[in-house]
């Protein structure tokens, strides 16, 4: 069943103890429910999909070991407790040694890492996304956002020119590139 053709009422239904989820359902209805849903537990991604289990199938013990609490790829943009930022760390550094590791993993990473400020670490990711997939703008725009954090303003400016030459309408990119022109006095 994919997940836009499953309700809540379903799960129960079909007595369904595990969701695999691809990248286009991360953000659906369903993944934001799993996420909240305290009866669940989000216990593998790699960027192109995740893996939810519920908890009383698996038990408490074998849970903890494989949870991810705080960092997943829709923790981008959530506001994080300053206590949890090792933990939140930790994650990531996990989720990189997943055996999948597509570039989307290490875009989300390094959006990750840029959302607390760990700009070197973040580069890292974004550029390994690049390596393995030289065309993903969204690694492209996040090393701009990087170069521009680290006053690499000419850099931020040509990798944004990049993006905006293959997406022209890329707001991102477009605000990226006004930002590094103007700290650079033009």
Known sequence: ????????????RYKLNGFILLEQEMHSPLAVWLTRNPDWAL???????????????????????????CASPTAIGRPLD????E???AEIRRALRNPVA???????????????????????SFNNALREKPSDLRAVLGLAVCNLE??????ARRLCRRVLFLR??????K????????????
């Open 43 to 69: 216990v593998y991604w790699d960027g192109i999909s995740e893996l939810f289990v519920r908890r009383a199938a698996f038990g408490p013990e074998k849970i903890a070991s494989l949870e991810y609490r």
């Open 150 to 155: 680290l006053g690499n303003l000419s850099e």
């Open 82 to 85: 300053a206590k949890n930022l």
């Open 87 to 89: 933990a939140f760390c």
């Open 175 to 186: 605000l990226v590139e006004e930002l590094a022109n103007e700290r650079m006095g033009e």
């Open 102 to 124: 597509p570039s989307s993993l290490h875009v989300v990473a390094g959006n990750l890492y840029l959302q607390v400020h760990e700009v070197s670490l973040a580069a890292g």
């Open 1 to 12: 069943m994919a997940a836009k053709s499953i309700s809540i009422n379903d799960i129960d």
């Open 168 to 173: 022209p309408q890329t707001v991102q990119a």
